[in-house]
């Protein structure tokens, strides 16, 4: 699958001239836009193909329920049922398929015609549909007897899917998505037989070598057709795969000019009359390729009423992309077409970009481990929902003795750790009785103790507050936290800076805070002078920079 290369984001590290070193930059926790957006590209810069894509984590059902709704689908029950049916074995024509006399009772066989009265020819072409992909699945052998014969045989995977074995269903729904998904993006041959330049009276060498040429060039067009087709399905159901993952439980149905947008309108801008033309053009080819899939249990999928073309014929152009991009109501989104992800079809998706190289987590994967291999999960992936991790860490372990490995598993100056500490304070901030007495215990601690007695006093403990020294080592920890999570996101950074308790003295506060014996000392005051609108205090927290550095360089 390729990865999808509209409206993706540079995520280079670094955050501009004063960012922590490319190693130290943590982008943890973004939203949505941070993700897929296309703030901040120069597109002029780098090959959009070179450009790294971040695929959210995902919840899958257990691989028993997604077998089971993969069995449900009914052309894969059909080739099973089909396959089973052939024992112990089936004869079959020269090409494999079904001969003559056994298409109307293998319709029969599978509910497509009655037990009694003509076969319908719609019935005929099902069954040999699923017959196909019974052979193309390898749930039958074909071969040929010492008579002659070309018989069918079922092979053992046949028994396995009728148990319903996860893993034997799951690979030939997986198999089966693959062949359709190729198939829903084949392009009509081109008539190259038709009369040419090379027909008719006098026609001789040159007019073959220009028939060669235009068959050469007719078919290099449906190569390049069906190569722009697949991509663009592969873009659709990767746009599909994120937005599914961050929709809220029965919100996952997106309308088909919705998704159309999202693969031509870049980020942050207004669709002008061009965008919307490309609009409908697209929700036009998307919409029988998802009908085929909808066919395997891939998507659920409402296709383009096909009266809104007939409206369009009488003078309304562009309607479906005007449509989409403004607010029609629920019943004229719906006739411009709608498509859901299933959760089949988010475990398809997923093996397609895990079998393509990128990374696809799964929802609880850091979860896996201890307390100290959740956290530096959770700092060195860009791609994970920290508080989704978190609370599937803790639902497996009782509340104290996880809170506990969390502070433990917190401590340490390497360039993770205020992250480390941000991520346990968010943790613990609630999770209530059990939380508040792993903090009591920690109140003493250098690196915890400040962060300790935060929480513990926000929580209405009464607790002394931090003492100086650990209060502003509790300052940079904080911050710098903030601005690796952040990557230099500069609105939550100018907040931050704003919310620092600078007296009418700055150069007494920065006196001490240059002096504080963090790693990130220098360059949270390197961003304090960067960021804050007071020129008198960023002049003197660039001062304090230059200390910190000097000390740091002393060091």
Same mark, same amino acid.
């Given at each position: 699958?390729?990865?999808?290369?509209?409206?993706?984001?540079?995520?280079?590290?670094?955050?501009?001239?004063?960012?922590?070193?490319?190693?130290?930059?943590? &982008?943890?926790?973004?939203?949505?836009?941070?993700?897929?957006?296309?703030?901040?590209?120069?597109?002029?810069?780098?090959?959009?193909?070179?450009?790294?894509?971040?695929?959210?984590?995902?919840?899958?059902? &257990?691989?028993?329920?997604?077998?089971?709704?993969?069995?449900?689908?009914?052309?894969?029950?059909?080739?099973?049922?089909?396959?089973?049916?052939?024992?112990?074995?089936?004869?079959?024509?020269?090409?494999?398929?079904?001969?003559?006399?056994?298409?109307?009772?293998?319709?029969?066989?599978?509910?497509?015609? &009655?037990?009694?009265?003509?076969?319908?020819?719609?019935?005929?072409?099902?069954?040999?549909?699923?017959?196909?992909?019974?052979?193309?699945?390898?749930?039958?052998?074909?071969?040929?007897?010492?008579?002659?014969?070309?018989?069918?045989?079922?092979?053992?995977?046949?028994?396995?899917?009728?148990?319903?074995?996860?893993?034997?269903?799951?690979?030939?729904?997986? +198999?089966?998505?693959?062949?359709?998904?190729?198939?829903?993006?084949?392009?009509?041959?081109?008539?190259?037989?038709? =009369?040419?330049?090379?027909?008719?009276?006098?026609?001789?060498?040159?007019?073959?070598?220009?028939?060669?040429?235009?068959?050469?060039?007719?078919?290099?067009?449906?190569?390049?057709?069906?190569?722009?087709?697949?991509?663009?399905?592969?873009?659709?159901?990767?746009?599909?795969?994120?937005?599914?993952?961050?929709?809220?439980?029965?919100?996952?149905?997106?309308?088909?000019?919705? $998704?159309?947008?999202?693969?031509?309108?870049?980020?942050?801008?207004?669709?002008?009359? =061009?965008?919307?033309?490309?609009?409908?053009?697209?929700?036009?080819?998307?919409?029988?390729?998802?009908?085929?899939?909808?066919?395997?249990?891939?998507?659920?999928?409402?296709?383009?009423?096909?009266?809104?073309?007939?409206?369009?014929?009488?003078?309304?152009?562009?309607?479906?992309?005007?449509?989409?991009?403004?607010?029609?109501?629920?019943?004229?989104?719906?006739?411009?077409?709608?498509?859901?992800?299933?959760?089949?079809?988010?475990?398809?998706?997923?093996?397609?970009?895990?079998?393509?190289?990128?990374? /696809?987590?799964?929802?609880?994967?850091?979860?896996?481990?201890?307390?100290?291999?959740?956290?530096?999960?959770?700092?060195?992936?860009?791609?994970?929902?920290?508080?989704?991790?978190?609370?599937?860490?803790?639902?497996?372990?009782?509340?104290?003795?996880? /809170?506990?490995?969390?502070?433990?598993?917190?401590?340490?100056?390497?360039?993770?750790?205020?992250?480390?500490?941000?991520?346990?304070?968010?943790?613990?901030?609630?999770?209530?009785?059990?939380?508040?007495?792993? $903090?009591?215990?920690?109140?003493?601690?250098?690196?915890?103790?400040?962060?300790?007695?935060?929480?513990?006093?926000?929580?209405?403990?009464?607790?002394?507050?931090?003492?100086?020294?650990?209060? $502003?080592?509790?300052?940079?920890?904080?911050?710098?936290?903030?601005?690796?999570?952040?990557?230099?996101?500069?609105?939550?950074?100018?907040?931050?800076?704003?919310? $620092? &308790?600078? +007296?009418?003295?700055?150069?007494?506060?920065?006196?001490?805070?240059?002096?504080?014996?963090?790693?990130?000392?220098?360059?949270?005051?390197?961003?304090?002078?960067?960021?804050?609108?007071?020129?008198?205090?960023?002049?003197?927290?660039?001062?304090?920079?230059?200390?910190?550095?000097?000390?740091?360089?002393?060091?």
């Amino acid at each position: 699958m390729a990865g999808r290369r509209r409206n993706t984001p540079d995520h280079s590290a670094g955050a501009g001239p004063q960012a922590a070193p490319a190693e130290s930059l943590l &982008p943890a926790d973004y939203d949505l836009a941070e993700l897929y957006g296309a703030g901040g590209r120069d597109e002029d810069d780098e090959d959009l193909d070179d450009t790294a894509v971040l695929v959210p984590p995902i919840a899958l059902p &257990p691989e028993a329920e997604l077998a089971a709704a993969a069995l449900a689908v009914p052309l894969i029950a059909r080739a099973v049922a089909l396959a089973r049916w052939a024992a112990p074995h089936r004869v079959v024509d020269e090409f494999g398929d079904l001969v003559e006399d056994d298409r109307g009772p293998a319709a029969r066989l599978i509910g497509l015609a &009655p037990e009694e009265g003509e076969v319908s020819e719609e019935a005929v072409v099902e069954v040999l549909r699923a017959w196909s992909l019974a052979c193309d699945l390898d749930l039958v052998e074909l071969g040929t007897t010492q008579a002659g014969e070309h018989v069918a045989v079922p092979m053992e995977e046949v028994a396995d899917a009728e148990a319903g074995d996860p893993s034997t269903v799951l690979d030939l729904w997986l +198999t089966a998505a693959g062949i359709v998904r190729e198939l829903a993006v084949d392009t009509d041959l081109l008539d190259i037989e038709g =009369e040419g330049p090379g027909e008719g009276a006098g026609a001789g060498a040159a007019g073959d070598a220009d028939d060669e040429d235009a068959a050469e060039s007719a078919l290099a067009e449906v190569e390049e057709a069906s190569e722009a087709a697949a991509e663009l399905l592969d873009e659709a159901l990767q746009v599909l795969y994120e937005l599914t993952a961050f929709a809220e439980p029965g919100e996952e149905t997106v309308p088909l000019g919705v $998704l159309a947008a999202l693969l031509v309108v870049p980020e942050g801008e207004e669709p002008d009359e =061009e965008m919307l033309g490309q609009i409908t053009d697209l929700m036009v080819e998307l919409d029988p390729m998802l009908a085929d899939l909808a066919e395997l249990g891939l998507v659920e999928h409402r296709p383009i009423d096909p009266e809104l073309f007939e409206e369009e014929e009488e003078g309304e152009e562009a309607a479906p992309a005007a449509e989409a991009a403004g607010e029609p109501d629920e019943e004229d989104t719906a006739r411009f077409g709608l498509v859901r992800l299933t959760p089949l079809g988010q475990y398809g998706v997923r093996e397609w970009l895990l079998a393509d190289g990128y990374d /696809a987590p799964l929802i609880g994967d850091l979860a896996q481990g201890d307390a100290a291999a959740l956290l530096r999960g959770l700092a060195e992936s860009p791609n994970v929902l920290p508080d989704r991790e978190i609370q599937v860490w803790l639902a497996r372990r009782e509340p104290l003795d996880g /809170a506990r490995d969390l502070l433990a598993a917190s401590r340490g100056l390497d360039a993770h750790s205020p992250v480390r500490r941000m991520f346990t304070a968010a943790a613990l901030d609630d999770l209530g009785e059990a939380g508040d007495t792993a $903090l009591t215990e920690v109140v003493d601690d250098p690196e915890l103790g400040g962060l300790a007695r935060e929480l513990l006093r926000s929580h209405g403990h009464d607790v002394a507050a931090a003492e100086r020294p650990v209060a $502003l080592w509790r300052t940079v920890d904080h911050f710098s936290a903030v601005l690796l999570v952040g990557r230099g996101d500069a609105g939550q950074l100018r907040e931050l800076v704003a919310g $620092l &308790p600078v +007296t009418d003295n700055p150069a007494s506060y920065f006196g001490e805070l240059w002096r504080v014996p963090h790693p990130y000392t220098a360059l949270v005051l390197d961003t304090v002078g960067e960021l804050h609108t007071d020129r008198a205090v960023a002049k003197e927290a660039r001062k304090a920079a230059f200390k910190a550095k000097s000390q740091q360089g002393n060091g």
